[in-house]
């Protein structure tokens, strides 16, 4: 199937263009992040949460068993945040991407675009790029060819371009483009090749030489990623950026607009922010924001990954602690807890979850009857019948991450989704709340990758700080929508 550009999608477009805004006096970079949330894309509440929770299964499970190099699995709509930017001189493209904490590199479908089997999925948020007179191919001599290709060697790269092997020995073979790349996802694939081009930020500042996948033909995966893991690659969109400017590459953070599913609640973007940091507690208008820190893990396996240590989670006052695996990360890379921009659902390893659901449950099931059939068609579990839901009767629950007082309260509409099941002649019409965690598998399954995953979904209503000079991932409730308007004024 070849992708066509809608008039709805070259609307887009033009829209997010103008959506980009620079704040000069803090020397930082303001984004809108969009979100893809579309009602026309699900026909109940139950398949959009179990084509949301299915997706969130694969793509975790993806982290663990794939052999070659990881990048994203983007999510169905509905899950997905989204930033564009301009690409190219002297003429250039805006281009619109998902937005990935867990991959490095950024890659874009490019004219002419073909995606197989994508009859079911979002169309592309931004025409396929057509390549600039700028652009240049990446040689297979460079270390960014090496890092696309999982650290293969240069001088293999140029024997597969068909570089001469006096001129490989001679080191002489920059005319010779880096082979096409291979990705493959959850339920899609790529293959594409390495560009180079000037990247232009809103403030003008140009990134010269930005390195980018450039993709024709595509299986299942309409829409590119901006991968912003700072893996040694030095592929993704920070990384780059700080060759540049290091106070724009070295910290960002973003701050996810509570949606609950609900493209109402969506009306203003939620605010990604290239170089801006806070202290543990500031004052912002009259907000007080208090940040909670805890320290990133080095992952050998995948470098990319903003890895961090969980000691438990509590569910109401009772502190359930957390398996050893996800305190730390081992040389093989197993382990820890990636914060992911990518993944919607938070998932845990099947001890935690279990325990974490089951005590859930016996607070719960005194006071709300479970809703098995509604488990079954939505993926998720616990889930309770109820009148009118009392705050008070649903546990709060807290994540311990490593480090002292760094406990991350979160709100209810973050991990209790709340909908309307039935009412459609054949159920009788009732209220449905579930609990928005997942079994994630056990732990001899998690071996070799992450041991668990804080999903975007769980993120929301926070603003989520990734300090990379310092390794630390901070947390701060904020009113985002709010915040979106205090920066870009």
């Given at each position: 199937m070849v992708v066509k550009v809608t008039p709805l999608c070259l609307l887009y477009w033009l829209l997010i263009s103008t959506w980009w805004l620079m704040v000069s006096t803090s020397g930082m970079v303001l984004i809108p992040l969009t979100h893809s949330l579309s009602k026309t894309q699900f026909t109940t509440p139950h398949h959009l949460l179990k084509t949301t929770s299915t997706r969130s299964a694969t793509r975790f499970r993806h982290h663990l068993h794939h052999r070659h190099k990881q990048v994203s699995v983007p999510l169905s709509p509905g899950s997905d945040y989204t930033l564009s930017f301009t690409l190219g001189s002297p003429s250039s493209s805006t281009i619109s991407l998902y937005l990935d904490t867990g991959s490095d590199l950024v890659w874009l479908p490019c004219s002419p675009f073909e995606c197989i089997l994508c009859e079911s999925k979002t169309p592309p948020l931004s025409p396929p790029l057509n390549l600039s007179s700028s652009a240049t191919a990446v040689p297979c001599k460079s270390s960014a060819c090496s890092a696309a290709h999982s650290s293969l060697h240069s001088s293999d790269l140029c024997a597969i371009a068909r570089c001469p092997l006096d001129s490989i020995e001679m080191s002489e073979c920059n005319s010779f483009p880096c082979p096409p790349f291979y990705y493959a996802y959850g339920d899609g694939s790529l293959i594409g090749r390495l560009y180079k081009?000037?990247?232009?930020?809103?403030?003008?500042?140009?990134?010269?030489?930005?390195?980018?996948?450039?993709?024709?033909?595509?299986?299942?995966?309409?829409?590119?990623?901006?991968?912003?893991?700072?893996?040694?690659?030095?592929?993704?969109?920070?990384?780059?950026?700080?060759?540049?400017?290091?106070?724009?590459?070295?910290?960002?953070?973003?701050?996810?607009?509570?949606?609950?599913?609900?493209?109402?609640?969506?009306?203003?973007?939620?605010?990604?922010?290239?170089?801006?940091?806070?202290?543990?507690?500031?004052?912002?208008?009259?907000?007080?924001?208090?940040?909670?820190?805890?320290?990133?893990?080095?992952n050998p396996k995948h470098p990319y990954f903003y890895s961090v240590g969980l000691e438990g989670i509590s569910v109401g006052n009772r502190n359930i602690p957390a398996p050893e695996n996800l305190k730390r990360v081992d040389r093989r890379g197993?382990?820890?807890?990636?914060?992911?921009?990518?993944?919607?659902?938070?998932?845990?390893?099947?001890?935690?979850?279990?325990?974490?659901?089951?005590?859930?449950?016996?607070?719960?099931?005194?006071?709300?009857?479970?809703?098995?059939?509604?488990?079954?068609?939505?993926?998720?579990?616990?889930?309770?019948?109820?009148?009118?839901?009392?705050?008070?009767?649903?546990?709060?629950?807290?994540?311990?991450?490593?480090?002292?007082?760094?406990?991350?309260?979160?709100?209810?509409?973050?991990?209790?989704?709340?909908?309307?099941?039935?009412?459609?002649?054949?159920?009788?019409?009732?209220?449905?709340?579930?609990?928005?965690?997942?079994?994630?598998g056990d732990e001899e399954e998690l071996s070799g990758g992450p041991g668990a995953t804080l999903g975007n979904y769980q993120q929301q209503g926070f603003e989520v700080v990734y300090d990379l000079e310092k390794r630390k991932v901070g947390f701060a409730r904020r009113k985002c929508s709010s915040l979106w308007d205090s920066l870009k004024n």
């Amino acid at each position: 199937m070849v992708v066509k550009v809608t008039p709805l999608c070259l609307l887009y477009w033009l829209l997010i263009s103008t959506w980009w805004l620079m704040v000069s006096t803090s020397g930082m970079v303001l984004i809108p992040l969009t979100h893809s949330l579309s009602k026309t894309q699900f026909t109940t509440p139950h398949h959009l949460l179990k084509t949301t929770s299915t997706r969130s299964a694969t793509r975790f499970r993806h982290h663990l068993h794939h052999r070659h190099k990881q990048v994203s699995v983007p999510l169905s709509p509905g899950s997905d945040y989204t930033l564009s930017f301009t690409l190219g001189s002297p003429s250039s493209s805006t281009i619109s991407l998902y937005l990935d904490t867990g991959s490095d590199l950024v890659w874009l479908p490019c004219s002419p675009f073909e995606c197989i089997l994508c009859e079911s999925k979002t169309p592309p948020l931004s025409p396929p790029l057509n390549l600039s007179s700028s652009a240049t191919a990446v040689p297979c001599k460079s270390s960014a060819c090496s890092a696309a290709h999982s650290s293969l060697h240069s001088s293999d790269l140029c024997a597969i371009a068909r570089c001469p092997l006096d001129s490989i020995e001679m080191s002489e073979c920059n005319s010779f483009p880096c082979p096409p790349f291979y990705y493959a996802y959850g339920d899609g694939s790529l293959i594409g090749r390495l560009y180079k081009d000037s990247l232009t930020l809103p403030n003008s500042l140009s990134v010269q030489n930005f390195t980018f996948g450039c993709s024709h033909t595509t299986l299942g995966e309409p829409v590119g990623v901006a991968g912003f893991g700072f893996g040694f690659g030095r592929l993704s969109l920070p990384a780059q950026l700080s060759s540049v400017s290091p106070q724009l590459g070295n910290r960002f953070s973003y701050c996810l607009v509570s949606h609950s599913f609900d493209s109402n609640r969506v009306r203003r973007p939620s605010p990604l922010i290239l170089g801006r940091y806070e202290d543990k507690e500031s004052q912002f208008g009259n907000e007080l924001v208090e940040f909670v820190y805890t320290g990133m893990l080095s992952n050998p396996k995948h470098p990319y990954f903003y890895s961090v240590g969980l000691e438990g989670i509590s569910v109401g006052n009772r502190n359930i602690p957390a398996p050893e695996n996800l305190k730390r990360v081992d040389r093989r890379g197993s382990g820890g807890m990636v914060v992911d921009s990518g993944t919607t659902f938070t998932m845990l390893p099947a001890s935690l979850y279990d325990s974490v659901a089951t005590e859930f449950d016996h607070r719960v099931s005194r006071f709300y009857k479970r809703a098995n059939t509604v488990e079954e068609s939505t993926g998720l579990s616990p889930c309770y019948f109820y009148n009118k839901v009392d705050a008070a009767k649903v546990p709060a629950i807290t994540l311990h991450f490593a480090g002292n007082g760094s406990s991350v309260v979160l709100p209810r509409k973050n991990y209790f989704y709340e909908f309307i099941d039935g009412g459609d002649g054949v159920r009788e019409k009732r209220n449905v709340g579930c609990l928005m965690l997942m079994n994630g598998g056990d732990e001899e399954e998690l071996s070799g990758g992450p041991g668990a995953t804080l999903g975007n979904y769980q993120q929301q209503g926070f603003e989520v700080v990734y300090d990379l000079e310092k390794r630390k991932v901070g947390f701060a409730r904020r009113k985002c929508s709010s915040l979106w308007d205090s920066l870009k004024n």
